[in-house]
């Protein structure tokens, strides 16, 4: 059963740390995108990846966060350093986007808590 | 001051009955709405999706349609179930030129929550 996999689905870390979360899109799939979910904002498209290469950022704080494919069976969301206001449920999907399909598949999250 | 969070709206539906979201999209150049549903503590699923050249499209037992001249959207889910309860999200593809694998941008909407009644 294919899925998308994100590591830690938890985090607690202090103000001021480094945070990576990653994520293992399907095996297959060309796009990966980034979201963040808070009861303020909703879902946030943070960025989006095709075929490795970063498409669209423009949802990302440039300051502290960033977002890299080192290989197709790897994305990573790096803040550094942490506030507070970035505590959030971050979630990575990915799909398949070459005939026209964008069905995007979710990962589980990671809640990152930053205090 | 106090925090406010986004205010869901909720749609409580007895068991059995139809249930019909709604959703307003913004951009009259969005290409494709996708509805997606979001139980609590897990990652939003993909339910259905519509393209803009379309009005209705079914899948089992859900029904999207797009009324693009009011750029508004509905799910109707028949013989609402309780597993049915969930946050449903409506999103739109901004941009163009997705058929050809183009810039494609999915920003999604803040929800309604369903709660069936058994």
């Known amino acids: 059963d294919a899925r998308v996999t994100q590591t830690p689905r938890h985090k607690v870390t202090e103000m001021g740390q480094e945070v990576t979360m990653r994520c293992q899109p399907i095996?297959?799939?060309?796009?990966v995108f980034w979201y963040r979910q808070t009861m303020m904002q909703g879902l946030e498209l943070l960025a989006y990846?095709?075929?490795?290469?970063?498409?669209?950022d423009s949802g990302m704080p440039k300051d502290r966060f960033s977002a890299e494919m080192p290989d197709a069976t790897l994305a990573t969301l790096k803040i550094q350093p942490s506030e507070p206001r970035d505590s959030a449920v971050y979630f990575c999907a990915s799909g398949l986007v070459r005939t026209g399909n964008t069905e995007a598949f979710f990962g589980q999250g990671t809640r990152l808590t930053v205090v | 001051g106090e925090s406010v969070g986004l205010h869901l709206p909720t749609l409580s539906v007895q068991e059995g009955d139809n249930s019909i979201i709604n959703c307003a999209y913004s951009n009259s150049a969005s290409d494709y709405f996708i509805w997606y549903k979001q139980e609590s503590g897990k990652g939003p699923q993909f339910i259905i999706d519509?393209?803009?050249?379309?009005d209705k499209r079914q899948g089992q037992r859900v029904t999207v349609l797009l009324n693009k001249t009011v750029k508004h959207l509905s799910l109707q889910i028949a013989a609402t179930q309780p597993g049915d309860s969930a946050v449903y999200f409506c999103?739109?593809?901004?941009?163009?030129?997705?058929?050809?694998?183009?810039?494609?941008?999915?920003?999604f909407g803040t929800g309604t929550k369903l709660q069936v009644i058994p």
């Open positions: 990846f095709r075929n490795r290469a970063p498409l669209d």
């Open positions: 095996l297959g799939h060309n796009t």
């Open positions: 519509i393209r803009s050249n379309m």
């Open positions: 999103a739109e593809n901004i941009g163009g030129g997705w058929d050809s694998g183009g810039y494609q941008k999915v920003t």
